[in-house]
């Protein structure tokens, strides 16, 4: 069994392409696995790390807005667009794949586009609940189209009905103890605050955290851990520093939070950006959210994606349009010892997890292996 994944630029298409081909990896020890990604953007340093046959093609994307850099942009992207699909076609010829599947990405297009044609059977996997633009190209030319939330469908033009399967999540996560996890990280009874904004940093989050820790430092109510990213820290720390404040232990600042799966299962309310997979966690553990959706990616896809969580009951949302220090303390200070409010809406976001993604993407897939 070979099974080509494709989909890349962000870790929001890499890694659930991962752990679906280590999911099957699992069930299949001996599936031949191959990666189609760009050789500049993230895939090409994370799929190597794996061990899986990484290829490469060039492409970029089209922008939309008429500036002279994007005008010379899109006359690149242009360029490139043919060499694109005649060199996708070209390696899937060498490459003969049982099932070829895109997890979005610029990079997924010429691919399952070539694939189709070929007669290879094909599958993509959205992850957000607004599809991405090449997602939404593809939706009526593949055999298979995997939702992680069932609100994508209606921006999507389909031929068959959508297989809902959710977004894959770490296992070591969905087996997290909250008991546990507290105990590991010394906490007492009172609630966890735990808020970051990304690997890299969200400036204005930060900005607006800096305020919600001034306000709280030294109150005893409740213990926080921050991630700043890694643009923020050192500017948060000289900040609090030029303001006279001391942190005091209940409050832990890192510039990356590198046991996010126990300090996820320990918090009682999270307060983060609205990447799908950051949901998927969220809702997985059932946890409580103060959602601040970046404005900064593609179609608004996060704001969508929030709302998925606001509309069952799982989350507040504060667009950063909206986001101040006090209106997040206001927030905080409205949910973290309202243990009733938290637990509605922890129970509201369990109602809408999907634990078993994994499963779901590898029946799908293996429905249309046995097919080929």
Same mark, same amino acid.
């Given at each position: 069994?070979?099974?080509?994944?494709?989909?890349?630029?962000?870790?929001?298409?890499?890694?659930?392409? &991962?752990?679906?081909?280590?999911?099957?990896?699992?069930?299949?020890?001996?599936?031949?696995?191959?990666?189609? #990604?760009?050789?500049?953007?993230?895939?090409?340093?994370?799929?190597?790390?794996?061990?899986?046959? %990484?290829?490469?093609?060039?492409?970029?994307? %089209?922008?939309?807005?008429? /500036?002279?850099?994007?005008?010379?942009?899109?006359?690149?992207?242009?360029?490139?667009?043919? /060499?694109?699909?005649?060199?996708?076609?070209?390696?899937?010829?060498?490459?003969?794949?049982?099932?070829?599947?895109?997890?979005?990405?610029?990079?997924?297009?010429?691919?399952?586009?070539?694939?189709?044609?070929?007669?290879?059977?094909?599958?993509?996997?959205?992850?957000?609940?607004?599809?991405?633009?090449?997602?939404?190209?593809? +939706? #009526?030319?593949?055999?298979?189209?995997?939702?992680?939330?069932? *609100?994508?469908?209606?921006?999507?033009?389909?031929?068959?009905?959508?297989?809902?399967?959710?977004?894959?999540?770490?296992?070591?996560?969905?087996?997290? /103890?909250? *008991?546990?996890?507290?105990?590991?990280?010394?906490?007492? !009874?009172?609630? &966890?605050?735990?808020? %970051?904004?990304?690997?890299?940093?969200?400036?204005?989050?930060?900005? +607006?955290?800096?305020?919600?820790?001034?306000?709280?430092?030294?109150?005893?109510?409740?213990?926080?851990?921050?991630?700043?990213?890694?643009?923020?820290?050192?500017?948060?720390?000289?900040?609090?520093?030029?303001?006279?404040? /001391?942190?005091?232990?209940?409050?832990?600042?890192?510039?990356?939070?590198?046991?996010?799966?126990?300090?996820?299962?320990?918090?009682?309310?999270?307060?983060?950006?609205?990447?799908?997979?950051?949901? !998927?966690?969220?809702?997985?553990?059932?946890?409580?959210?103060?959602?601040?959706? +970046?404005?900064?990616?593609?179609?608004?896809?996060?704001?969508?994606?929030?709302?998925? &969580?606001?509309?069952?009951?799982?989350?507040?949302?504060?667009?950063?349009?909206? &986001?101040?220090?006090?209106?997040?303390?206001?927030?905080?200070?409205?949910?973290?010892?309202?243990?009733?409010?938290?637990?509605?809406?922890?129970?509201?976001?369990?109602?809408?997890?999907?634990?078993?993604?994994?499963?779901?993407?590898?029946?799908?897939?293996?429905?249309?292996?046995?097919?080929?």
């Amino acid at each position: 069994m070979h099974i080509l994944f494709a989909g890349g630029g962000t870790a929001g298409h890499i890694n659930p392409a &991962l752990a679906i081909a280590g999911y099957i990896r699992e069930k299949h020890p001996d599936a031949h696995i191959s990666y189609i #990604g760009t050789p500049d953007k993230l895939e090409a340093k994370l799929v190597p790390e794996k061990g899986y046959n %990484f290829r490469t093609i060039e492409v970029v994307g %089209f922008k939309r807005s008429m /500036s002279p850099k994007n005008i010379i942009n899109n006359m690149h992207a242009l360029s490139l667009a043919a /060499s694109a699909s005649a060199t996708a076609r070209k390696l899937l010829k060498e490459l003969a794949p049982d099932v070829v599947i895109g997890t979005g990405g610029y990079v997924s297009g010429p691919v399952l586009r070539e694939a189709a044609k070929l007669g290879i059977k094909t599958a993509i996997h959205e992850q957000n609940a607004f599809p991405g633009v090449t997602t939404k190209m593809l +939706s #009526g030319h593949v055999d298979a189209v995997m939702l992680a939330m069932p *609100e994508a469908q209606k921006y999507m033009k389909l031929k068959a009905k959508p297989y809902i399967t959710g977004n894959p999540v770490r296992r070591e996560l969905l087996s997290a /103890s909250r *008991e546990a996890a507290r105990a590991s990280l010394g906490l007492d !009874s009172r609630p &966890l605050l735990l808020s %970051f904004g990304g690997s890299l940093g969200a400036k204005y989050i930060n900005l +607006s955290v800096e305020g919600l820790i001034e306000w709280h430092n030294g109150t005893g109510r409740f213990h926080h851990i921050h991630g700043t990213g890694k643009s923020g820290y050192q500017t948060m720390m000289n900040d609090l520093k030029e303001k006279g404040i /001391s942190l005091s232990p209940d409050i832990d600042v890192r510039e990356y939070i590198k046991n996010m799966d126990e300090c996820m299962a320990a918090a009682d309310l999270v307060i983060s950006r609205a990447g799908a997979i950051t949901l !998927s966690e969220i809702t997985a553990l059932g946890k409580p959210a103060i959602l601040i959706p +970046s404005p900064y990616v593609a179609e608004n896809h996060q704001y969508h994606n929030a709302m998925t &969580l606001k509309r069952a009951g799982a989350a507040e949302i504060i667009e950063e349009k909206d &986001l101040t220090a006090e209106k997040l303390i206001s927030k905080v200070d409205e949910l973290i010892e309202n243990k009733q409010k938290l637990k509605a809406m922890s129970d509201n976001a369990r109602k809408i997890a999907i634990t078993d993604a994994n499963e779901r993407i590898y029946e799908v897939i293996m429905r249309l292996y046995t097919n080929a």
